[in-house]
């Protein structure tokens, strides 16, 4: 069983930084891919940024600048530093994990709050 848990959302006025932090444990016996996506209300969950196994990072082109993925192999967590936050920023962020336990999958996170006030 592998889980990914996720903490640091919260309030925040605008111009404010908040730090995502999601770490992953269970059986794992490597994780490929790890990144964050969220989704506002009534819209689709989207890709906020992702940083694979060797370092490549992409983002979205809405955060670029503004938000910094990193991840600590070794204490199996990924982060996300958000800064310069927006109203527009306000949605639920999921971690997502490609791991190898007995075999591929995917897992998620359960979501974190992030509210920015205007």
């Known amino acids: 069983q592998v889980q990914l848990v996720e903490s640091g959302g919260g309030l925040v006025q605008a111009g404010g930084s908040l730090r995502l932090s999601c770490a992953a444990s269970?059986?794992?016996?490597?994780?490929?891919?790890m990144g964050w996506y969220r989704q506002a209300p009534g819209k689709q969950r989207e890709l906020v940024a992702r940083?694979?196994?060797?370092?490549?990072?992409n983002y979205a082109d809405s955060v670029k600048g503004r938000f910094t993925i990193s991840r600590d192999n070794s204490k199996r967590t990924v982060y996300l530093q958000m800064n310069s936050l927006k109203p527009e920023d306000t949605a639920v962020y999921y971690c997502?994990?490609?791991?190898?336990?007995?075999?591929?999958?995917?897992?998620w996170g359960q979501g974190t709050q992030v509210t920015v006030s205007s």
């Open positions: 269970g059986s794992i016996f490597s994780i490929s891919a």
């Open positions: 997502n994990a490609g791991v190898t336990s007995w075999r591929f999958s995917e897992y």
């Open positions: 940083i694979t196994d060797g370092g490549s990072i």
